[in-house]
């Protein structure tokens, strides 16, 4: 009994001289007998902080460039026009891969051709790496200022490309200052044991509907194996633009000859035309007589 006391004493005795009192003030007796190794909760309070995303920082004023000239939004735009075009943006690219860049806020240029997350996988500090994400599917919500998008994001780290199951994402936009971009969380299989999940939220403050860019601020945070997380600039770059794509909205003139024996051309906007049962396009009028 003596010397199993004697153990336990010259043990927590090399402790103190390692440590300091630094190792007793962070931890509990239960602590030290169960694990005297493991961090202390104290010491999971200062990794958290030190792996925290910064703070997510809001635009005062989204910018929106159409027919080459870029405006505030707030000056002559409502919620339901930025809805509208980014609606319209995101249906135009639906099923396709869009680029993602770090880039700098005032002037809207890549710096690089990916985002940069700095990660623990495991033991292991590293970094993940986004640079391209596909738009799988384009849903209107039942509200007339939600998009719901399906995204896949291309997320790689230490040279692997972990499988990640597809971002539910929400486009939502309250007004014409406040345009969010967010979803609940996908799974990445970064280690052995367990799922990683993936957050992320990113606030717009550039449209430009000429050439299909999204600009503004995001956070991204990873949690559980592999966790982690950072946050900057980044711009989406879409591959087409905002505007209809060729619309065959009018159908083509045809030549008819009425009863009199003139040339006439039937309208192109309404399809219709003077003579009897005149075919227009693949639409066959038929005149209605009337019964007395």
């Given at each position: 009994?003596?010397?199993?006391?004697?153990?336990?004493?010259?043990?927590?005795?090399?402790?103190?001289?390692?440590?300091?009192?630094?190792?007793?003030?962070?931890?509990t007796?239960?602590?030290?007998?169960?694990?005297p190794?493991a961090?202390?909760s104290?010491?999971?309070?200062?990794q958290?902080?030190?792996h925290?995303?910064?703070?997510?920082?809001?635009?005062?004023?989204?910018v929106?460039?159409?027919?080459?000239?870029?405006?505030?939004?707030?000056?002559?735009?409502?919620?339901?026009?930025?809805?509208n075009?980014?609606?319209?943006?995101f249906?135009?690219n639906?099923?396709?891969?869009?680029?993602i860049?770090?880039?700098?806020?005032?002037?809207?240029?890549?710096?690089?051709?990916?985002?940069?997350?700095p990660?623990?996988?495991?033991?292991?500090?590293?970094?993940?790496y986004i640079?391209?994400?596909?738009?799988?599917?384009?849903?209107i919500?039942?509200?007339?200022?939600?998009?719901?998008?399906?995204l896949?994001?291309n997320l790689?780290?230490?040279?692997?490309?972990?499988?990640?199951?597809?971002?539910?994402?929400?486009?939502?936009?309250?007004?014409v200052?406040?345009?969010?971009?967010?979803?609940?969380?996908?799974?990445?299989?970064?280690?052995?044991?367990?799922?990683?999940?993936?957050?992320?939220?990113f606030a717009?403050?550039?449209?430009?509907?000429?050439?299909?860019?999204?600009?503004g601020?995001y956070?991204?945070g990873?949690?559980?194996?592999a966790?982690?997380g950072?946050s900057?600039?980044?711009?989406?770059?879409?591959?087409k633009?905002?505007?209809?794509?060729?619309?065959?909205?009018?159908?083509?003139?045809t030549?008819?000859?009425?009863?009199?024996?003139?040339?006439?051309s039937?309208?192109?906007n309404?399809?219709?035309?003077?003579?009897?049962?005149?075919?227009?396009?693949?639409?066959?009028?038929f005149?209605?007589?009337k019964?007395?």
């Amino acid at each position: 009994m003596l010397n199993k006391i004697s153990h336990k004493v010259l043990f927590l005795s090399s402790l103190l001289l390692i440590s300091g009192c630094e190792y007793f003030r962070t931890r509990t007796v239960k602590d030290i007998l169960t694990d005297p190794f493991a961090p202390s909760s104290a010491e999971y309070e200062q990794q958290a902080q030190e792996h925290q995303p910064e703070r997510l920082r809001s635009p005062s004023s989204i910018v929106v460039c159409r027919s080459h000239q870029c405006a505030p939004a707030k000056l002559s735009m409502s919620k339901e026009y930025i809805y509208n075009s980014l609606l319209h943006l995101f249906d135009n690219n639906n099923y396709q891969k869009a680029l993602i860049c770090q880039a700098d806020a005032a002037s809207h240029t890549c710096l690089e051709n990916y985002i940069t997350l700095p990660i623990t996988s495991g033991i292991t500090p590293t970094n993940a790496y986004i640079d391209h994400v596909k738009i799988t599917d384009v849903i209107i919500g039942k509200r007339a200022n939600k998009i719901k998008l399906i995204l896949n994001y291309n997320l790689t780290y230490g040279g692997q490309t972990p499988d990640c199951t597809p971002s539910q994402s929400i486009l939502f936009a309250k007004n014409v200052n406040h345009v969010l971009l967010e979803d609940a969380g996908y799974t990445c299989k970064m280690t052995t044991i367990g799922q990683t999940t993936v957050k992320t939220v990113f606030a717009i403050d550039y449209i430009d509907l000429d050439y299909g860019y999204i600009g503004g601020y995001y956070s991204i945070g990873l949690s559980g194996p592999a966790y982690g997380g950072g946050s900057g600039y980044m711009i989406i770059r879409l591959p087409k633009n905002a505007y209809p794509l060729a619309p065959e909205l009018q159908a083509p003139k045809t030549s008819s000859t009425n009863k009199k024996g003139f040339s006439t051309s039937s309208s192109a906007n309404t399809g219709i035309d003077d003579s009897s049962g005149t075919t227009t396009g693949n639409v066959q009028i038929f005149p209605i007589n009337k019964k007395e």
